[in-house]
């Protein structure tokens, strides 16, 4: 057997983050009465959801801190409203956050392809994302009791892509390299970092996107198609 370790991204591998995340915007667009600007929630939406993702791009390259994201996210939207306070804002994302905790929605096949590789594999959770909710995420969606360890980049000190997380995931998790492979969906974060890790990689490539720079290890376009490989 090649691999002993699997280290496993949370967020749209197996939590359906796109999803649960925009149930929850909408929530927070009703109850916070953002149609008093927006002309409808998908209107909000569009508008949030790339600038989101451009903070996200710009924490895992380490030009913004985690404050900075939790702070622009909202107050980009909010602004408009008359709402930019950093408390007032702040209090929006913690809200966010809490109920994204109890969201439960799962990438398709996510628990089939646990069950598969836990009796097989040492199986690790390896995120980005912050460290007063992903517990909860994993505890309430029925994922924790698959994983050994949960190593997140708050952990680190540093975000996927930089090799010093993998490098200290190795570590703390007693892996060796060359037994250990990284699964994930986000090229930039899970698949280009473990390359320069010197780690396999799988690529959940559901929409078939084309890879740049290498060619990954091994990439499917399901989780259940993991199956097939190990």
Same mark, same amino acid.
């Given at each position: 057997?090649?691999?002993?370790?699997? &280290?496993?991204?949370?967020?749209? %591998?197996?939590?359906?983050?796109?999803?649960?995340?925009? +149930?929850? /915007? #909408?929530? *927070?667009?009703?109850?916070?009465?953002?149609?008093?600007?927006?002309?409808?929630?998908?209107?909000?939406?569009?508008?949030?959801?790339?600038?989101?993702?451009?903070?996200?791009?710009?924490?895992?390259?380490?030009?913004?801190?985690?404050?900075?994201?939790?702070?622009?996210?909202?107050?980009?939207?909010?602004?408009?409203?008359?709402?930019?306070?950093?408390?007032?804002?702040?209090?929006?994302?913690?809200? &966010?956050?809490?109920?994204?905790? %109890?969201?439960?929605?799962?990438?398709?096949?996510?628990? +089939?392809? /646990? #069950?598969? *590789?836990?009796?097989?594999?040492?199986?690790?959770?390896?995120?980005?994302?912050?460290?007063?909710?992903?517990?909860?995420?994993?505890?309430?969606?029925?994922?924790?009791?698959?994983?050994?360890?949960?190593?997140?980049?708050?952990?680190?000190?540093?975000?996927?892509?930089?090799?010093?997380?993998?490098?200290?995931?190795?570590?703390?998790?007693?892996?060796?390299?060359?037994?250990?492979?990284?699964?994930?969906?986000?090229?930039?974060?899970?698949?280009?970092?473990?390359?320069?890790?010197?780690?396999?990689?799988?690529?959940?490539?559901?929409?078939?996107?084309?890879?740049?720079?290498?060619?990954?290890?091994?990439?499917?376009?399901?989780?259940?198609?993991?199956?097939?490989?190990?």
């Amino acid at each position: 057997m090649k691999y002993k370790n699997l &280290f496993i991204d949370l967020d749209d %591998t197996l939590w359906d983050t796109y999803h649960n995340n925009k +149930e929850c /915007l #909408e929530e *927070l667009y009703i109850d916070y009465q953002f149609n008093r600007h927006y002309k409808s929630f998908e209107a909000f939406f569009e508008i949030y959801m790339p600038h989101n993702l451009d903070l996200w791009a710009k924490y895992r390259r380490n030009e913004i801190n985690k404050q900075t994201l939790i702070l622009e996210r909202f107050r980009y939207v909010t602004r408009p409203l008359g709402i930019e306070d950093p408390a007032t804002v702040l209090k929006i994302n913690q809200d &966010f956050l809490q109920r994204t905790t %109890t969201k439960t929605r799962l990438v398709p096949g996510a628990i +089939e392809i /646990l #069950e598969y *590789l836990r009796p097989t594999y040492r199986l690790f959770i390896l995120s980005n994302r912050f460290r007063e909710v992903q517990s909860k995420k994993l505890e309430n969606s029925g994922l924790s009791s698959y994983f050994e360890r949960m190593i997140l980049s708050e952990d680190a000190g540093i975000q996927k892509p930089h090799k010093e997380i993998f490098d200290f995931a190795l570590k703390n998790t007693n892996s060796r390299r060359r037994e250990t492979l990284m699964i994930g969906d986000s090229w930039e974060a899970d698949i280009v970092g473990a390359h320069d890790s010197k780690i396999d990689q799988l690529w959940l490539n559901p929409e078939e996107l084309s890879p740049q720079e290498f060619t990954p290890t091994y990439t499917v376009h399901s989780l259940v198609e993991i199956k097939n490989i190990l």
